[in-house]
Structures are given as structure tokens and as C-alpha cells.
């Protein structure tokens, strides 16, 4: 079988679905196209795919003509051919786009879509490998941009206190992010709408600061679903909003995580608690691609209002392209390897896999899975 990895071609995507190490893996029983240059945002050289045993070839369309597709994102859905797979972050919410490629005729597979609730699924899922990048880089920006330390230190010319740092939504990223921010010595207090990752804050070392449920409902619906969070009513909102107010004014930084799949992100973050907060406090917000948690974020942008820095860098780790790419490879190696049968490396369509049937997201040239 051929199995091609085109260059990504979105603004800014440093990152490339295979490496050297996974075409090592993929080569001893197919043959492995890669796009000459497509390592090059994540420092891979062409000479590393030859020597591991892909073909270099010049262009997205040769690498295109496989059987098997591998990307980070899809390719132009022109370039795909009918009746090959396409294997990657397939951004299934995206209706227009997913029937782009569904009409292509490929067989596709949407890794944001593999369940998380599949223990042998946690070696595949590219949104835990990435968010983890993405949690850890937020933190490290915000270090960079802020005027101040986040150890506390006693020097001869005095005592700096510790940075204050709150996290919003403790998911895989605001763990991380809570992680790395200990590690640099901050002071940190986390919080989310699930109850269930209480003990996973506190294990890291900062405080989960709770909203308590005043109805069945509240805590029903808090305890999410399939490990997501879900919308909460307004009321537990606006209390909630209430309690991040008075923590937000006191911190020096604040990280934004909150999602919730296929939804526009909850606003956790008025303007009005912006205007409260310390001068040269900053805030990263990790969800500014899905309309971000902070009134008045602007996607893509650093920017200052009411005196605080407000982050809303996209693709964070696409900005770790090194590990991020390794990570991600590893993920999309281990999915792709469910498909291939270990003796004779052909491919094998099982929908019946409760990894591989909920993934797959277009097939025969229609969307078969809404994300
Ligand atoms: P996510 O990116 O969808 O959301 C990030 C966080 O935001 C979540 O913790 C969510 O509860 C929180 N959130 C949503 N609305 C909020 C609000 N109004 N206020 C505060 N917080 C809010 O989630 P994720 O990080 O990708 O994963 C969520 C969870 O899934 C993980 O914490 C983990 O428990 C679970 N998970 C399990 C596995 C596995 O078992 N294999 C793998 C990955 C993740």
C-alpha cells in the first residue's frame, strides 16, 4: 500500500502528521510518500524521511495519490482521491468544510472524534496530546509577557511575591497548565464545572475553588458526559461568573481553557472583570478559536485593554511544532495501526471497533458522523 504525508498548507501549521520514527514503522511493509519540506516547521529534515524510508516527492499532489492519507489537517479536498483514506484532525464541527471532503469520496477519519471513554483509545487521542502542548505553552507565555516573576524569591534587594494564578476549565490543558505553573513557583487556584476533577486540582498542588449546585439539576448536568463538560444553566453561570470576579481581580494571571465540544466556548470572563483586574495582569485564552472565554479576546492577537494583556494566540502548539508533531505522529501511527493487519500490512475497514467506528466522519462520499 502507499501510505503519502502532504506538507500542511493552513497558516501557521507548523506541525506534520508522521516523522521520522513513524515512517521507519510505516515503511517496512508499505511504501511512504513525503512531501519534500513537509517536516521543515518542526525541524525535520527531508534527509531524516529518506533515511527512515519514505519517497520524497515534490509536490501535495503526489503525496496526495495514495492509498492512505496522513495529515494534521486535511489537504485541499481537491487533491484527495476517491476511494483512499485520509486519516486526521478533520474538524468535524465544520459542516461546509467535512462535506468538502466527504464528496471526495474518501473514507475519512476525524481523530477529534475518537472516543476518550476507550482506555486502549488514550495512545490515539490527538486532542490530549495536543491540549496538554497547548496548557503547558499558555503558561510560558504568560511568563514571558507579564512584568513579573512567578517564584517567590528573597534577594538582597528584598522579597518578590509569588504570581497568583487562577485557571479556568481543568481539563487536560488547565492541568497542565496548573502543572507547569506550580513547577515555575506560582500560587494557583483552579476551577471547573465538573466536580469530578476536584482531586486532580488539589494533587497538583492549588486550590479548587468551588461553585457549589443549589439544585439536582446543577450537579446532574456539572457531571457532564463521556468525560466533557456540558452547558450549564444560567443561574449557576451568573454565580459562577460572580466567584470568578472576586479571584480574578486578585491574580496576576489568568488561563482560559473552558470548552465544550461543538459549542461556541462559554464567556467566563466579562469585560467588566477585566476592568478589575491588575494592571499588568495577563490572560491567555486557549479558547479564543471557538469564540474564547474572555469578553473582548481577539483571536489570533495579543493585545491590551484596561491595562491587562489578553492572549488569544491560536494553535499554541503548533508553536511546540518539535513535540507536538512527535506526539501527534505517535497518535495517528497507533490509530492507523488498529486498521492494519499486523502479518500482511493491508487495510481493514472493522466499523464494528469502538475506536474506529466512532471516528470515522465521511465515507462512499457522504458524512456519515455529525460532529
Ligand atoms: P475540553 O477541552 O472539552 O474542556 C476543557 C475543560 O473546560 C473541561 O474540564 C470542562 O469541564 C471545562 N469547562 C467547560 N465549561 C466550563 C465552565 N462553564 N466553567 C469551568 N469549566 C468549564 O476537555 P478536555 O480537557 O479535552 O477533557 C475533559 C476531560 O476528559 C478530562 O479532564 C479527562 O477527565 C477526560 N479525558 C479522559 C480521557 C481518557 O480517559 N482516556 C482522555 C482524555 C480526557
Redesign the pocket.
Known sequence: MRIGVPAETRAGETRVAATPETVKKLAAKNQVRVQAGAGAGASIPDRDYQAAGAQLVASAQEACDADIVLGVRSPQPDLLRSGSVLIGMLDPYNREWLEAIARRGVTGFALELLP????R??AM?V??SQ?NIAGYKAVILAAAEMGKYFPMLMTAAGTVKAARVRV????????QAIATAKRLGAVIDA????P??KE?VESLGAKFVEVPYLTEEEREIAE?K????R??PADW?RR?AEAVHQRAIQADVVIT?????GRPA?K?ISENTVKGMKPGAVIVDLAAEQGGNVEGIERGRIVVKHGVKLIGLENLPASVAGDASALYARNVYNFLALMLDPKSGEFKLDKSDDLVGPTLACEGGAVVKKG
Do not use: C, E, H
Open positions: 476518550r471513554t476507550v482506555s483509545g488514550q487521542d486532542l490530549s491540549a479556568l476549565g481543568a481539563g487536560v490543558a488547565g492541568l476551577s471547573d464545572v465538573r469530578a476533577v486532580q457532564g463521556g468525560g466533557y463538560a452547558p450549564m453561570m459562577q481553557t473552558a470548552l465544550i465540544p462559554p467566563l
